[in-house]
């Protein structure tokens, strides 16, 4: 029998919760980043409308002390070709959204999506660009440029959920201080390559532009992009764009989606690794849904609608996980503590616990999902919990003795991101998996009906062995073990060097319920 994690039936899972919670009046409400065309709104309210939130348009963010006309800022902020000046893109920069009415624009808001569009000021990047000189893309608004950038710092700022496409994967990336290359051809140029357009079509005799399609290799399996796709390469994404991402190097975000492009890689898909859910896709998983939705003919060559739809699933799905923490259940946030910890402290203990007990990613992952596992065994019928609460329980179960001690330790952001992913529902085991230990709680394996070592590894037959956990002993002058005897039934290794996982064998086992904390000492 295969070792072979589940890694996607709770994030399906989740998004049905969400669907249904949005049938009873219970919908998140996600925020569309404003911007001056109006019928660019359509395709994205729909998409957020599919996905089971309640899409509301954003207000316009202007910053402290800067004259507008209609809506419009000001002449003297811009120079001939629509860019915002240096001089004021450096107090955007200093001040976002500090001095504004953001707090009041942004109540209630319970995520963001930021829509594609045009360039964006090359000022306003962390090292300031000149502009890229190619008049038929001349970045030519300003005002859309800095009510988004302040929008985008705000949800940064405040862990709001962002899902940015194509421009606003841009804008997540200006913002957290990457650069942009400015233009795709002219950097191929550069280096002496050639490029064929594979990221927007040139225009037709009549001077129209079409969306072209190209797949997407997801290049880290713990990232948000990898829980949605649920697989290695993207098929078929929608593109339309002559800018891209340059590089993260020295900033919070990582690469998890490239597209190799002529030899090169070009950056699809970024996130912040400090964040719930901050990520940013290049490509327009919104215009594959409107083609599906609408008929269109050429909507068959473009990725399938159940497969678009789950960008916009797990933005809301993230807006929801202080709610949510565990698939199918109905929680909602609570202001409660545990040892006076925040949020973020809690997350930070997950990750430590998942890298203290396994030592990897894959390992981390796993832990975590036992361990939300192992809570819904125990709390069947638990509701309003927090993720304050399920870190209280984790540091006062005996399957976690040494939780408690681990409060203070840092975790590195890759850790954070496991955890946080965990906790929002994408677990990688099955429901059942709710039993592992270290080797030397084990007493011995039995493989059809041989006994061997719990050491040794090449015996291990998932579904098959059974694996006897040792009675009371010592280990080190440490007392260990069961004072009631215990099997269960291996599963698999999720990692290189990890401990066994399995499911409890209920049936003639010697005990009522393995997780009291009566039946172990540690």
Not at 49 to 66: H, M, N, S, Y
Not at 96 to 119: I, R, S
Not at 344 to 360: D, I
């Amino acid at each position: 029998m295969k070792h072979v994690f589940l890694r996607y039936w709770a994030l399906c899972l989740l998004a049905l919760t969400v669907a249904i919670g949005a049938t009873a009046g219970d919908k998140v409400l996600v925020g569309v980043a404003w911007q001056p065309n109006d019928a660019a709104y359509d395709r994205v309210v729909r998409s957020i409308e599919l996905a089971g939130g309640e899409a509301v348009i954003l207000p316009q963010l202007r910053p402290a002390g800067f004259d507008y006309d209609n809506g419009v800022i000001g002449a003297k902020y811009v120079d001939e070709m629509g860019v915002l000046m240096q001089q004021y893109a450096d107090i955007v920069k200093r001040d976002t959204y500090h001095g504004t009415d953001a707090d009041e624009q942004m109540k209630g808001v319970q995520a963001v999506v930021f829509l594609g569009g045009g360039d964006i000021s090359s000022t306003l990047f962390a090292v300031p660009q000149t502009w890229h000189g190619i008049a038929d893309d001349s970045p030519a608004d300003a005002t859309r440029d800095v009510s988004e950038y302040l929008t985008m710092a705000y949800c940064l700022d405040h862990d709001i959920p962002v899902l940015g496409l194509c421009r606003g994967m841009q804008m997540l990336g200006v913002v957290s201080g990457a650069p942009l290359i400015q233009d795709l051809g002219s950097y191929f140029d550069g280096m002496d390559k050639p490029y064929h357009n594979l990221h927007r079509m040139v225009r037709d005799a009549e001077g129209k532009r079409y969306y072209l399609q190209h797949d997407v290799v997801v290049t880290d399996s713990t990232s948000h992009l990898f829980a949605v796709a649920g697989t290695d390469t993207i098929r078929d994404v929608p593109s339309w764009h002559h800018q891209v991402v340059g590089d993260v190097t020295g900033t919070p975000l990582r690469v998890t989606g490239v597209t190799p492009t002529d030899g090169v890689d070009i950056i699809e898909a970024i996130e912040r690794t400090d964040k719930r859910f901050a990520l940013g896709v290049q490509f327009h998983p919104e215009e594959a849904i409107r083609k599906h939705l609408d008929h269109e003919s050429d909507a068959q060559w473009f990725m399938p609608l159940d497969e678009a739809v789950k960008y916009f699933t797990a933005l809301i799905a993230h807006a929801q996980e202080g709610r949510k923490f565990i698939p199918g259940r109905a929680y909602t946030r609570s202001d409660t503590t545990v040892y006076h910890k925040t949020e973020g402290e809690c997350y930070n203990f997950f990750a430590v616990l998942g890298r203290a007990e396994q030592g990897s990613l894959e390992g981390a992952t796993a832990e975590l999902s036992l361990l939300l596992n192992l809570f819904e065994r125990r709390h069947p019928d638990a509701v309003d919990v927090s993720i304050q609460e399920v870190a209280k329980w984790a540091t006062e179960c005996g399957w976690f003795a040494h939780a408690s001690r681990r409060w203070e330790k840092t975790a590195t952001p890759e850790y954070i991101a496991v955890a946080k992913n965990v906790l929002a529902g994408n677990r990688v085991l099955p429901q059942n998996i709710v039993e592992h230990d270290c080797r030397e709680d084990l007493a011995y394996i039995e493989t059809d009906g041989v006994r061997y070592s719990p050491y040794q590894n090449d015996k291990y037959v998932s579904g098959v062995t059974v694996c006897y956990q040792a009675p009371v002993h010592e280990h080190n002058g440490r007392k260990f073990g069961f004072r009631h005897p215990v099997h269960w039934v291996f599963y698999s290794f999720p990692a290189a060097k990890s401990d066994p996982f399995g499911s409890l064998c209920d049936e003639g086992c010697g005990h009522k319920n393995v997780t009291d904390e009566k039946d172990i000492i540690r």
